[in-house]
């Protein structure tokens, strides 16, 4: 699933292409793009015909289009890119892609609006804005009633570092496991946990509780700046599933240096990364900088 540095990048095209064009016409192939919106597909493409896109903003990993209707309060266009949803800016005559859900057509006549998504994971829909439970003017027209729980990521300016290491303190989870809370901190995904781990030198299995306030702080840093160096070299690509509006991979998974190495030595003191298994994915640590913790004795 593309994580924060990978939906700002989109985030930023679709402002570049996106922002403040009328929508004209929408058109969704078949109802499973739009299941998360009950009235269904043909609703979400009325509702959203003639609106004009107000701002594209995120939250975490979550993306959404500020919509204002001509004689309504704006709503949020809620884009669930799921593992390999697609939002491509293109020319309306470009040919269309095989796993192409939907279309927007704008009143400028100028590139198309298209969301692919190949395992059809994630969809599009309509939802209330609601005032930002934790203000700052990153998000003037609100925030979407499905992102409300989600805490602000490290790129936010209300990100309160002291409340997420307070948060995090107060976990007995595994450290991996409160990173990758989105109600703790939003954004970090599992690429980023993994480097932000082996940065500090901490294995994803000791538990958070464990840590010292200033070693959690020091962990919230490295994700920050490990988010922000992928960020600038256009997100973590590992395939063609995750491209920006113009179809371009990023290129940060050559800087990685925990993340898909199993087998290849640390940078740091040589030894091979190992992979293994957690919560339904992989982990992967260098088990000399980051000592595995014991299991309790039963």
Avoid at 85 to 105: I, M, N, S, W, Y
Avoid at 143 to 166: G, N
Avoid at 197 to 220: D, I, Q, Y
Avoid at 255 to 264: F, P
Wanted: charged share 25%.
């Amino acid at each position: 699933m593309p994580e924060l540095p990978e939906v700002e990048v989109v985030r930023r095209g679709l402002e570049q292409h996106v922002r403040g064009r009328t929508v004209a016409e929408a058109v969704l192939s078949g109802s499973r793009v739009a299941r998360r919106h009950p009235a269904g597909p043909a609703d979400l493409a009325a509702r959203v015909a003639g609106a004009r896109v107000e701002q594209v903003d995120r939250r975490g990993k979550y993306l959404w289009l500020v919509l204002r209707p001509p004689h309504d309060d704006p709503q949020a266009l809620v884009v669930h890119l799921g593992m390999s949803g697609q939002l491509l800016v293109e020319a309306p005559d470009a040919p269309r892609e095989k796993h192409l859900h939907a279309t927007f057509d704008f009143t400028d006549a100028g590139p198309q609006l298209r969301f692919v998504d190949q395992r059809t994971f994630g969809g599009l829909a309509l939802a209330e804005l609601h005032p930002d439970p934790h203000g700052g003017p990153t998000h003037p027209h609100g925030i979407p009633a499905p992102v409300l729980h989600i805490a602000p990521d490290p790129l936010d300016p209300v990100f309160d570092r002291a409340a997420a290491v307070r948060r995090m303190k107060a976990s007995s989870s595994e450290v991996k496991r409160v990173l990758l809370d989105q109600r703790v901190v939003s954004g970090i995904g599992n690429i980023y946990a993994d480097e932000a781990l082996w940065r500090a030198g901490v294995h994803g299995r000791r538990p958070a509780s464990a840590l010292t306030r200033p070693a959690l702080g020091r962990l919230l840093d490295h994700a920050t700046d490990v988010m922000r160096e992928a960020l600038g070299q256009g997100g973590t690509s590992f395939d063609a599933l995750y491209v920006n509006v113009n179809g371009a991979s990023g290129y940060f998974d050559r800087s990685l240096d925990a993340y898909g190495r199993t087998g290849r030595p640390c940078r740091r003191c040589g030894t091979p990364i190992v992979r293994e298994e957690f919560m339904n994915r992989s982990s992967h640590s260098c088990p000399r900088c980051q000592v595995r913790p014991r299991s309790p004795r039963p």
